[in-house]
């Protein structure tokens, strides 16, 4: 996922979510590289957003209707990025301002109808006063299958990243590091672009968003950063940590720290998964678990996404869970209060 498109899932936090659906976040941390993304969220303002879209929910009329405007926004910008990817090259260093004019907006909007399904299935489980019917259930279905990322990355990108290489001599894989704010400026000729800056956020990029206020932070800088405002707040009590509900349940088990790869073979079913983060190669681990903590992550993250399809009581972002606890502890998972408490 590229900085470029991950930006516009950042921006809509504060204002957009606050103009369309009257909640919004303020504070905001998205960080990470070409190949890998954690995010942060204030976990009252998440549980603040959760309890808007309960209210929303209770009139299942006016819920169908936002979730079939998230599938028709999210059609309306997959057709103009096609239509943009389909003019020939000259055409399109022609129209990229035009284009922009009319993607900007759109995209940034189609985050906010976004974020609004993604906490609906976590907003609404285990709530009585919330009956979805079934053609909601239908359409949440259906828009959990979107990729809001995959067609900006695979289609758009690759066509601005051309006209760039035209008139800069960035190398080609930098372009998913530029801002959308900076790409747009740069398009009307009033930004610069910075190929050291890039090469930056390639490695590490921090968007930070505190009372509203945005940063944008790289290298070094966005690691500094993010440790010293992840590590100002102790999630522990000694014997136990808070996180972020992810999936909600009850369990109790022993714990399994997961650092390495190498590690995989001592885990078995029923433990407690307890990892700084989850990859891909995690999956077997996942099944396998009784329940899922981690470190890091955001309610988009791996772990989170998983814990909900395989209904994994899971935890995210305690910060320290890998180190509170150890191999064969024996804890209690309360992730209906999102703690987890060694016995």
């Known amino acids: 996922m590229s900085l470029f498109a991950i ?22 941390i998205y960080t990470g590289d070409e190949k890998m993304l954690v995010s942060y969220k204030d976990p009252e303002e998440l549980e603040a957003m959760r309890s808007a879209i309960r209210q929303k929910a209770k009139n299942q009329d006016v819920f169908v209707e936002l979730l079939q405007e998230i599938l028709h926004r999210l059609n309306y910008v997959q057709h103009i990025v096609k239509e943009f990817s389909s003019l020939p090259g000259h055409e399109q260093e022609k129209k990229v301002m035009i284009f922009f004019e009319t993607f900007h907006p759109a995209y940034e909007t189609y985050w906010a109808y976004h974020l609004f399904q993604f906490l609906s299935p976590d907003a609404l489980e285990g709530d009585k006063k919330s009956i979805i019917s079934p053609k909601a259930k239908k359409l949440l279905t259906e828009c959990r ?11 758009l990108l690759p066509c601005l990243a051309n006209i760039i290489a035209k008139r800069e001599k960035t190398a080609k894989e930098l372009e998913g590091m530029i801002y ?26 921090a968007l930070i968003m505190i009372d509203g206020r945005k940063t944008i932070f790289s290298g070094q800088n966005a690691r500094e950063r993010v440790l010293e405002l992840v590590e100002n707040e102790d999630n522990s009590k000694g014997q136990e940590v808070k996180g972020v509900i992810a999936w909600k349940g009850k369990v109790t088990g022993r714990v399994r720290i997961i ?6 073979n001592k885990f078995e079913q029923g433990d407690i998964l307890v990892t700084h983060m989850t990859t891909t190669d995690f999956l077997p681990l996942i099944k396998k678990a009784a329940a899922i903590i981690t ?11 998983l814990s909900r399809e395989l209904k994994k009581p899971c935890l995210i972002g305690t910060k ?15 992730a209906e209060k999102g703690i987890v408490k060694k016995l």
């Not at 959308?180 to 990029?205: A, G, I, S, W």
């Open 259 to 264: 650092k390495y790869k190498k590690d995989f």
């Open 320 to 334: 320290c869970a890998t180190q509170v606890f150890k191999d064969d502890d024996l804890v209690r998972v309360d």
């Open 145 to 155: 299958k979107t990729n809001p990322y995959l067609f900006i990355d695979e289609i």
């Open 180 to 205: 959308p704010q900076e790409m747009y400026d740069y398009f009307h000729k009033t930004f610069v672009l910075d190929p050291k800056e890039l090469e930056k956020r390639k490695e590490c990029y």
């Open 295 to 305: 470190d890091e992550g955001g309610i988009g993250c791996h772990a989170a996404i």
């Open 7 to 28: 930006a516009y899932s950042f921006e809509c936090h504060h204002h957009r979510l606050k103009e369309l659906f009257g909640f919004n976040c303020k504070n905001v």
